[in-house]
């Protein structure tokens, strides 16, 4: 189905847990990774979510990329519904941008074989074709001059380099979804907002959906136009990258924003309202919110006791805590 349906993806409560078992046969409980997550993203738009880790935000990707079954809900890819018989035609059109880039490119390929492989194994085009699409991608990421980089070997390539290069494989297949696992925390400073402008400019070229996945607040701003916010397995707030950035509404994401690194010393007085203590074991959740066990706010006998819905205190900024009721 083409863009006539302007949502590229539609996810409906979703759900993920994985088993845990006892002497490999025993089943004695769940380990409830993903818990309840909808959401939509259109054409052309970039969202990220942010969360610590073990808040859910790989499951997730790994959910929406078909490499874990959901336990329940609902995936919907450009209109279609997606199941365990269409997920070869689901992972044709979703790109995949690992984290590690030097892990996550074979260390025996060439850049022209990495690229190839893909097109070879989804029977894309004939061999000229072939040809002419990697050098197009790579001229696309600013790998060129191409003929320097198509016999290279990944260890030849620095890690900027690395990373064009993951993010032309997943270019290659030309597909309508590019999801990205922290695609820049493992690179320079420096470089970071280069490969994050250079993903921005391909998504607005090809008017891809983008889900970009990090537990730095302090990118989204350059990437995104919507940011959510998990913790412990749901999504707690969300809202356009402005309003977050200037106006958490829920404990945890004011936590977030201040836990930025700050060069001025003035500002160290922000880790303070830094919340004591550790996410919760997602085998056996807290009841009620599941923040309140680390929320300096928390209303008694009620955020301990019931799970808040989700509020609208301003209009489009959507948050799940009682202080807005």
């Not at 994985?18 to 959401?39: C, I, N, P, Q, T």
């Not at 259109?42 to 808040?55: D, H, N, Q, R």
């Not at 928390?298 to 019931?306: A, F, P, R, T, W």
């Amino acid at each position: 189905m083409g863009q006539g349906n302007h949502l590229v993806l539609a996810v409906r409560d979703l759900h993920t847990w994985y088993e845990l078992r006892k002497w490999g046969f025993l089943r004695v409980g769940y380990v409830r990774a993903l818990d309840g997550v909808s959401f939509e993203l259109k054409y052309g738009e970039a969202l990220t979510i942010v969360g610590e880790s073990g808040s859910g935000k790989t499951t997730l990707l790994k959910t929406i990329l078909g490499l874990v079954p959901p336990t329940k809900g609902v995936l919907e890819f450009a209109g279609q519904r997606v199941h365990a018989k269409n997920l070869g035609w689901l992972r044709r059109q979703v790109g995949y941008v690992q984290q590690d880039p030097y892990g996550a490119l074979p260390p025996f390929m060439n850049v022209r074989r990495i690229l190839l492989e893909p097109l070879i194994i989804n029977r894309v085009g004939k061999p000229q074709e072939r040809e002419e699409r990697i050098c197009e991608v790579l001229e696309e990421v600013r790998l060129t001059p191409v003929e320097d980089f198509l016999p290279k070997f990944p260890h030849m390539l620095s890690g900027g380099q690395q990373q064009r290069l993951v993010i032309a494989r997943a270019l290659v297949l030309r597909p309508k979804l590019i999801v990205a696992d922290e695609p820049v925390s493992m690179l320079d400073a420096s470089v970071r907002v280069e490969i994050l402008d250079l993903m921005r400019r391909v998504q607005q070229a090809h008017n891809l959906g983008v889900i970009y996945i990090t537990h730095d607040l302090s990118t989204v701003r350059y990437f995104s136009e919507r940011v959510f916010i998990m913790y412990a397995a749901k999504v707690i707030e969300k809202a356009n990258v402005r309003e977050i950035v200037h106006n958490p509404l829920h404990p945890y994401a004011r936590a977030l924003l201040a836990a930025i690194p700050d060069p001025d010393h003035e500002n160290a007085l922000r880790f303070k309202d830094v919340p004591p203590g550790e996410p919760p074991s997602l085998v056996r959740p807290p009841s009620g919110c599941r923040f309140h066990p680390r929320c300096t706010q928390m209303i008694q006998g009620l955020c301990e006791k019931e799970e808040p819905p989700e509020f609208e205190p301003v209009p489009g900024h959507f948050v799940a805590c009682w202080l807005y009721r």
